[in-house]
């Protein structure tokens, strides 16, 4: 006991010296409310979130870059579906040849829209969980 005496005592010491030793209620670190000053956080909504993904993908698929299954993609089975229609749509396009690339590209963010806004009208779909 004598050997362990000294140890005790000393880590003993050390955890009342660093603060691990005491019955002191913590205090959070920023507990200031926020300033009226302050931006408040930003909600994107379900339509935008559609209108992002689908176009970002689009965009990947055209270049040759992309297409998977719609879960790694990160997107439920309805917007996939708007996907595969706004790809055959740009797809079309350039088949023409009358259309650039940022031609395309407006088009298929028009229908992406358009077609995200019809999805998300009545709120978020209840077909089934991946829907």
Do not use: F, N
């Not at 930003?42 to 689009?58: A, G, M, R």
């Not at 879960?71 to 595969?84: A, F, K, T």
């Not at 407006?106 to 077909?127: F, I, K, N, V, W």
């Amino acid at each position: 006991m004598t050997v362990l005496a000294p140890l005790l005592t000393a880590l003993a010491a050390t955890l009342t010296l660093t603060g691990c030793a005491t019955d002191a209620p913590r205090t959070p670190r920023d507990a200031s409310p926020a300033s009226p000053d302050s931006p408040s956080p930003q909600v994107t909504s379900d339509v935008d979130l559609c209108v992002s993904i689908v176009v970002h993908w689009s965009r990947e698929v055209l270049d040759g870059r992309g297409y998977g299954d719609y879960q790694s993609m990160g997107m439920s089975g309805g917007q996939y579906d708007i996907l595969r229609e706004v790809v055959d749509a740009g797809r079309a396009a350039l088949r023409k040849g009358a259309a650039t690339h940022d031609d395309v590209g407006l088009l298929m963010g028009r229908q992406a829209r358009e077609s995200c806004a019809a999805r998300y009208r009545d709120g978020r779909p209840t077909e089934g969980p991946w829907r």
